[in-house]
Nanobody
Framework: QVQLVESGGGLVQAGDSLRLSCVAS????MGWFRQAPGKEREFVAA????????YYGDSVKGRFTISRDNAKNTVYLQMNSLKPEDTAVYYC?????????????????WGQGTQVTVSS
């Protein structure tokens, strides 16, 4: 059974940083998505199985960095220069295929989510 456990969310002020972590039960291609109240789930970042390729949503490019530690089956999302519009529940997602994708429909497994709130 695939398990994904996110951590690291919290309440911060605009301009602050946070680092989210997602521990997986095994090694997968990983992605981060977020969902704000009343909005659809949005792609944030993805990293390939090897870690060689990364992708970012337009709204977070230059501010967020995705990385992974394959020895720990863990993926990270470093979030800098946070804005109030980054407020959302952040979800970790995984897929068995080694190529990363920005499409939420192509991820098979999801974590329970972690809340990130950015105050102005």
């Amino acid at each position: 059974q695939v398990q994904l456990v996110e951590s690291g969310g919290g309440l911060v002020q605009a301009g602050d940083s946070l680092r989210l972590s997602c521990v997986a039960s095994s090694r997968y291609t990983m992605g981060w998505f977020r969902q704000a109240p009343g909005k659809e789930r949005e792609f944030v970042a993805a990293i390939s199985w090897s870690g060689a390729s990364t992708y970012y949503g337009d709204s977070v490019k230059g501010r967020f960095t995705i990385s992974r530690d394959n020895a720990k089956n863990t993926v990270y999302l470093q979030m800098n220069s946070l804005k109030p519009e980054d407020t959302a529940v952040y979800y970790c997602a995984a897929r068995s295929i080694r190529l990363a994708t920005m499409s939420r429909n192509e991820y098979n497994y999801w974590g329970q989510g972690t809340q990130v709130t950015v105050s102005s």
